[in-house]
């Protein structure tokens, strides 16, 4: 059965960082790109990073590059997302979800994803 879990959210002040992990299970990364999607209050959801089956590249939403970044332990099932200079408008739930296509680069288009985890809440307050 495929999984995903996301873990490592919390409240941390403007300016900290934040690392959040998407532990997988029921597949392998190599086969599947995972993307890391986010949806604030009131806020439709929207793509903040990917990364493509294999490893092969990364893909970031403009608001987000230059603090973001997304990386993968293929050992331990992992995809993390580090998150640098977290600002009050970074509060939100994070999902991570795995595109099933074979092929191709991952993108930050939600209907491609078919499996999504259950999230995690940033919250970036003083």
């Known amino acids: 059965q495929l999984q995903l879990v996301e873990s490592g959210g919390g409240l941390v002040q403007p300016g900290g960082s934040l690392r959040l992990s998407c532990t997988t299970s029921g597949f392998t990364l190599d086969s599947y790109a995972i993307g890391w999607f986010r949806q604030a209050p009131g806020k439709e959801r929207e793509g903040v990073s990917c990364i493509s089956r294999g490893g092969l590249g990364t893909n970031y939403a403009d608001s987000v590059k230059g603090r973001f970044t997304v990386s993968r332990d293929t050992a331990k099932n992992t995809v993390y997302l580090q998150i640098n200079s977290l600002q009050p408008e970074d509060t939100a739930g994070y999902y991570c979800?795995?595109?099933?296509?074979?092929?191709?680069?991952?993108?930050?288009?939600?209907?491609?994803?078919?499996?999504w985890g259950q999230g995690t809440q940033v919250t970036v307050s003083s």
């Open positions: 979800a795995a595109d099933l296509r074979p092929f191709g680069r991952c993108i930050l288009t939600e209907t491609v994803y078919e499996y």
